[in-house]
């Protein structure tokens, strides 16, 4: 595959050359002077491509001397390219300053020591094939056969198994989650300690998902110290995973943040782990944010040194992980690789030579699994790998690691090595980080494939190799959010090094000041960029108060800049300098004044994502030359866009985020794919005419009726539409429809009658804030469903039963909603159930409530629901009801075990019955009882309503 920049690099260059409709140069005397040459450039450049990545049926691509070649020839092009782009930086400057001065002198391009550099690879190259084809035949030979080889085995390729396959660790689950769950009152620290890669994270994540520990602590939290860390970082992320909502004034307040968390916490037992952490420091800036209860809570740390555990409790509970066995390691290593028990004998072998190689490391073993995965799966290659590697691990750890980055494509080598330069521990969203690839040049479109598209191949080509963990899947199963194994980190880090490709600036250091031949810049804290003349990113993670004065101070530096991320930086005034910086591709800023696009921006005609973060609530005017932005694909924005009447359409323009619709919308962006809108005007809008859009979002006041959408639509979000719900048919119809939102007032009327027609792909159904009373819909309507999702549905008299047989049903959420939908979803498990189908039910302990009180308690039993606690919910309300209900053995009254604490249920098998007999409650005076207890107290004091009040 040719070197992707440079392909990006040439449709900059055929812009250059052909476009009339890029005001900034179709009409610059430089421009039009240098076309020649520029042509010329583009005709080698495509003629190299076609010569040095392009096989030929003798293959002499895969010789050194070819390698060394394409080496030469990505390093001229990036000299071309640094030339080109000094040139539009010149004639872009110059085009401004033009009004100021009496005369301006054409700006220069000289491109011939790099044509002379590219006749000369070309000539070497042809040099090369003379002498491939002057040599004997039988090599030659040799190299059709073996390539033919590849090709025919590739079809055999398999790849690892995704998260859930664990080997060794059965008995280390047991152990810590007993440990968790014993009768301790006390708060207690369980430790887990291992090297890095060892599946300390593995194991805490197994236990901390396990339905026992689930079930046993009402509240529980996740957060992942490392190396680098501020407390109040830390204490946002325990806040964010638990659901508690943080004003945005608090977020930077450590006493208010400790507060917050530390009165969340009251009164529950609770489950918090934290991860990686590396110091003694970090254990006391934390520890005191933790109130003991003396009610069985927990904290699960994960370490890899045992200083930190001793510290945190010098005499408790320490579990050091042991190494994977050679048997175990092989187990782990043919399961991953072969996707389940059954494995070709002649895998024992070689198999074990490289399980032998691994130490004993899980990691090394995943990672390995990973490079095996896309090899062919003979006894040759799993022989070769086993050599080539035992040499590099025994030289240590690490290199298991450098083995795996070996064995990496050229296409997918940038984009890995990418990620280690972002923040530890940090959470990639997807989408952006795809952007963010696009735009440093690392992704190359093919035919049939768009550059999004491809760019979800090369994820999955990492995922499916072990190089990065997925931390979030949509409701489609598409991966939502990532992030990076720390071992392996440090190796991205690394080869950047020696690459010179990144520099990481970490720390409050105002005297760093970046090299002179950096290409990228990662930083938490200022950096002195004034000789970085050839950086090409820089990506911003620390937010000050003086961005705009750095900018103007810095950017002149910056001519070659592509990617400039500072959108946790406040810019006041906005710097005018960044509308210099003519080769941007990826802008995102925070922002929150009205004259944005005042300052030229428009100008940036390279310009591919431009993302406006802030907090202003005023709509955004756009001017009317934002379609000068001609290669514009992505524009996010917090607040309202408003386009004016444009000069023509951005072709181009594929994502777009709180636009006010106007009159002739739809001309806009005909080929957007992604789009949320706003609607004022109470008319019929053409939606159906944008036949690429799959994601459409609508805010609306009032619509006339619901509009026509194209059939190409994937995910429909819907919101104060006040539509009949007769209008509901042309959503029906719709055949790619995976994802159904409809939010508050999206349609209105007591009834909502499905008829016959089916949702054909819906997966996802979520109704909220809706005034409906009656459903009636059956199994032909939902032949797809998976997930069905209830929120303060109110008058809703319950979900109709025909639901039962709907053979893909998998969880139905509840939150706000009256008994009658919990009773319905409960007739709904139960036939599920008898028919083998496993359906998760999870409803809030508001619903639970209303259910109990409306008289269905002989009903519901521990295995019926999974009950979450949303954030905020009951907060204030002192009794919490029913973590379950049972006859008591006389069958003369009901035994109800009331907690006064949030409840979080969960579902779980019938063979997890033990679960329910772990539950304990608070009764009469408030004497704690567990089960055993109660059924010799078949009846008890209801405990006063001002003892309740009390509470």
């Not at 409050?508 to 290409?519: E, G, L």
């Not at 514009?632 to 006010?660: D, E």
Request: proline share 4%; glycine share 4%; with cysteine.
């Amino acid at each position: 595959m040719a070197y992707p920049g440079v392909k990006l690099f040439m449709e900059k260059l055929k812009q250059m050359i052909y476009s009339n409709d890029i005001p900034q140069i179709s009409n610059d005397p430089s421009v039009l002077s240098k076309r020649p040459q520029l042509q010329l450039l583009y005709e080698e450049l495509g003629s190299m491509i076609q010569t040095l990545f392009v096989d030929t049926e003798n293959d002499p691509h895969e010789l050194e001397e070819v390698r060394n070649l394409k080496k030469r020839f990505k390093d001229v092009a990036e000299e071309a390219q640094d030339l080109v782009d000094l040139f539009a930086y010149d004639v872009n400057f110059k085009s401004k300053i033009q009004p100021l001065i009496s005369h301006a002198s054409e700006t220069s391009l000289d491109l011939e020591d790099v044509m002379r550099s590219i006749k000369s690879i070309k000539e070497d190259f042809f040099s090369i094939i003379q002498k491939v084809r002057m040599e004997s035949s039988p090599t030659t030979n040799s190299l059709k056969t073996q390539s033919a080889a590849s090709v025919g085995t590739s079809c055999f390729r398999n790849s690892p198994v995704g998260d859930g396959i664990v080997v060794g660790l059965g008995r280390d689950i047991e152990i810590i989650r007993d440990k968790l769950t014993e009768d301790t009152r006390k708060l207690d620290v369980v430790s887990i300690v291992g090297m890095g890669g060892s599946g300390k994270t593995t194991l805490a994540t197994k236990v901390f998902s396990d339905p026992f520990v689930v079930h046993h602590f009402w509240v529980r939290g996740w957060v992942t110290v490392s190396q680098k860390y501020e407390r109040k970082d830390v204490l946002n992320r325990l806040l964010a995973y638990m659901g508690v909502d943080i004003d945005p004034d608090t977020r930077d307040n450590y006493p208010q943040l400790r507060k917050k968390l530390h009165q969340h916490l009251m009164g529950q037992r609770y489950l918090v782990v934290i991860d990686d952490i590396w110091s003694t420091q970090a254990w006391d800036d934390l520890k005191v944010v933790f109130p003991n209860l003396d009610n069985g809570s927990r904290i699960l740390l994960t370490s890899r040194h045992k200083t930190v555990a001793l510290h945190a409790k010098p005499h408790g509970f320490i579990h050091q992980l042991r190494s994977l066995t050679d048997e175990e390691s092989l187990e782990l290593l043919r399961k991953k690789v072969f996707r389940g028990d059954h494995f070709p004998d002649w895998s024992s072998l070689p198999g074990m030579q490289i399980a032998r190689n691994c130490r004993g490391l899980p990691l090394s073993v995943v990672v390995i699994a990973g490079v095996l995965a896309k090899e062919s799966a003979t006894e040759e290659s799993w022989e070769r790998i086993s050599k080539s590697g035992s040499s590099l691990i025994l030289k240590g750890q690490m290199q298991t690691f450098a083995l795996s980055l070996n064995h990496l494509p050229s296409h997918l080598r940038g984009c890995f090595i990418y990620l280690g330069c972002f923040p530890e521990d940090y959470t990639f969203r997807v989408t952006r980080l795809i952007w963010l690839w696009i735009a440093e040049g690392f992704i190359q479109e093919t035919r049939n494939r768009s550059l999004e598209e491809t760019a979800k191949d090369y994820l999955m080509e990492l995922v499916d190799r072990n190089l990065i963990v997925v931390r979030c899947r949509k409701i489609n199963g598409a991966i939502k959010t990532i992030s990076v194994h720390d071992v392996l980190r440090e190796l991205y880090l690394e080869v950047a090094r020696k690459e010179n490709s990144c520099l990481k600036v970490q720390g409050v250091d105002h005297s760093a000041i970046a090299p002179y031949k950096t290409r990228r810049i990662f930083t938490d804290c200022y950096i002195d960029t004034t000789n970085a003349t050839r950086i090409q990113s820089l990506l911003n993670f620390y937010s000050y108060r003086n961005a705009s004065y750095v900018i103007s101070e810095s950017s002149h530096s910056w001519k070659l800049l592509k990617v400039l991320d500072l959108k946790q930086c406040p810019m006041v005034p906005f710097p005018e300098e960044i509308s210099l910086l003519v080769n941007l591709r990826y802008l995102a800023v925070r922002y929150d004044n009205d004259d944005f696009f005042q300052s030229r921006i428009c100008d940036l005609w390279s310009l591919e994502t431009l993302i406006i973060e802030g907090t202003s609530y005023n709509p955004l005017e756009l001017p009317n030359t934002i379609s000068d932005l001609v290669n514009l694909r992505i524009l996010l924005c917090r607040r309202t866009i408003v386009f004016p009447p444009l000069q023509r359409p951005m072709m181009n323009l594929q994502t777009i985020s709180n636009v006010a619709l106007t009159k002739n919308w739809e001309k806009y962006f005909p080929n957007v794919k992604k789009l949320s809108c706003y609607i004022f005007l109470d008319t019929k809008y053409d939606f159906e005419s944008l036949t690429f859009l799959e994601t459409l979002k609508i805010s609306s006041v009032r619509l006339q009726s619901c509009s026509v959408f194209p059939t190409s639509l994937k995910k429909l979000t819907l919101q104060g539409c006040h539509a009949p719900w007769s209008d509901i048919s042309s959503i029906q119809s719709l055949p790619n429809l995976e994802v159904l939102k409809l939010l508050k007032n999206s349609f209105v009327g007591p009834m909502w009658d499905a008829g016959e027609e089916p949702f054909q792909q819906l997966k996802f159904l979520k109704l909220v804030g809706l005034d409906i009373t009656k459903w009636e819909a059956s199994d032909i309507n939902f032949p797809c469903l998976k997930k069905l999702f209830l929120e303060n549905c109110h008058l809703l008299e319950g979900i109709p039963l025909e639901m039962k047989y709907v053979p893909t049903l998998e969880h139905i959420q509840i939150k706000s909603c009256n008994r009658w939908v919990i009773e319905s979803a409960n007739e709904i498990r139960k036939k599920q159930h008898a028919d083998g189908n496993f359906l998760m039910i999870s409803a809030d302990s508001r619903s639970i409530a209303r259910y109990v009180s409306g008289g269905f308690k002989d009903r519901l039993t521990g295995d019926d629901y999974s009950i979450y606690k949303p954030s905020g919910l009951l907060t204030d309300t002192l009794t919490r009801l029913l973590q379950r209900i049972t006859d008591a053995p006389t069958g003369g009254s009901v035994l109800h075990l009331v907690l006064h604490l949030d409840l979080r249920f969960f579902s779980f098998d019938s063979k997890e019955r033990r679960v329910n007999h772990r539950a304990t409650g608070r009764c009469g005076q408030g004497r704690l009882l567990d089960r055993p207890q109660m059924r010799g107290n078949p009846t008890f004091t209801r405990p006063k309503a001002r003892q309740w009040n009390n509470r």
